[in-house]
């Protein structure tokens, strides 16, 4: 096995399990398409070395990789926005009862979302990238970008106010 | 910093699960299979050229060059067991059979005719006339 692999999932997994994670909603989900990711780059080496950005262009094919699972998925549970609907929390587990009220209504509020709005949520807030960032791992115009997060962003202000005012 | 950027960082300051340590070894051997997978397919994609050829069906180009062989060689047999002078031997003919023969040639001679026939005798090929000459021809009779 080449030895980028290791390395690559050594540098990018945590971020690309999140992601597919706060996507998929489910840790099954998660682990095929994160190993389908890393096969897929075992066969096709080539792949990455003509990508600029490492992190970005494995997003990209974890996005893709998800979004036809999803379509897979869709054709079973005929609703798309069923997909990440449930209870699977993409945060981690803390002893504060408030924090764990907060993320548990924060991961419900994330589920709500759209996948497409989801996706650019958590590239922007977990993941730091800038809309530009975002418009080209998610190959959307950067204007889509901003205004899916601006849209997912009131919609999760929208569900959180009560219990944001409330602990802040 | 206003509410909105207060609600964002609140929001990215929550820290995500990790990745389940056991995934490493297995998603890693899972890898590990297909780059062996497809190194071991490229391997077997650099075969001769001959073994390509013969690739599809090698049993039914080993009974082609059987065949060929076989017909080859009853060809090589067959003519070894003829008598070497046979083909090549040009028998004279004998006084009386040349005597035969002019006597056929003759008399097909007076048969048949010569075989050119005199210039007088072949028919004029025939070149249209001018109409009104015809009509002349058909008023005077």
Same mark, same amino acid.
């Given at each position: $096995?080449?030895?980028?692999?290791? %390395? ?9 399990? *999140?992601?597919?994670?706060? &996507? ?48 897979? %998925? ?33 991961? *419900? ?27 080209? @791992? ?6 889509? *970008? ?23 | $910093? ?13 820290? @995500? ?16 299979? /297909? /780059?062996?997978? @497809? ?47 046979? /083909? %090549?031997? @040009? ?15 003759? &008399?097909? /001679?007076? &048969?048949?005719?010569? &075989? ?9 090929? *025939?070149?249209?006339?001018? %109409? ?10």
């Amino acid at each position: $096995m080449p030895a980028d692999i290791e %390395r690559l999932y050594d540098e990018h997994a945590q971020a690309l399990f *999140a992601f597919l994670l706060n &996507l998929t909603r489910d840790e099954d989900d998660t682990r095929d398409v994160l190993q389908e990711v890393f096969v897929k780059l075992a066969r096709q080496p080539e792949l990455l070395r003509a990508a600029r950005d490492a992190r970005a262009f494995l997003i990209r094919l974890a996005h893709n990789a998800a979004i036809d699972l999803m379509r897979r %998925r869709s054709v079973r549970t005929r609703h798309n926005e069923q997909f990440g609907a449930e209870k699977i929390s993409p945060f981690a587990a803390t002893a504060d009862p408030d924090e764990t009220a907060f993320r548990d209504e924060l991961s *419900a509020a994330l589920g709500e979302l759209p996948p497409d709005q989801r996706a650019v949520v958590h590239l922007k807030l977990w993941e730091g990238l800038t809309f530009e960032q975002i418009a080209t @791992v998610l190959e959307i115009p950067q204007n889509t *970008a901003a205004s899916r997060y601006r849209y997912g962003l009131d919609k999760l202000r929208d569900r959180l106010r009560p219990i944001y005012e409330e602990i802040k | $910093m206003n509410r909105d950027e207060q609600f964002e960082n609140r929001l990215s300051r929550q820290p @995500v699960k990790p990745v389940p340590p056991a995934w490493r070894a297995e998603i890693l051997s899972a890898a590990e299979r /297909a /780059a062996d997978s @497809v190194h071991a397919s490229r391997i077997t994609r650099h075969v001769p050229w001959w073994r390509e050829l013969f690739w599809p069906c090698p049993q039914a180009w080993a009974a082609l060059a059987t065949a060929w062989l076989l017909i080859v060689g009853l060809n090589v047999v067959s003519r070894e067991s003829l008598p070497p002078t046979l /083909a %090549r031997r @040009v028998v004279p003919p004998s006084p009386q059979i040349r005597d035969l023969l002019k006597q056929q040639e003759r &008399l097909f /001679a007076e &048969l048949v005719g010569p &075989l050119e026939k005199s210039v007088a005798d072949r028919p004029k090929p *025939a070149t249209p006339q001018p %109409r009104s000459a015809r009509r002349e021809e058909f008023l005077s009779a």
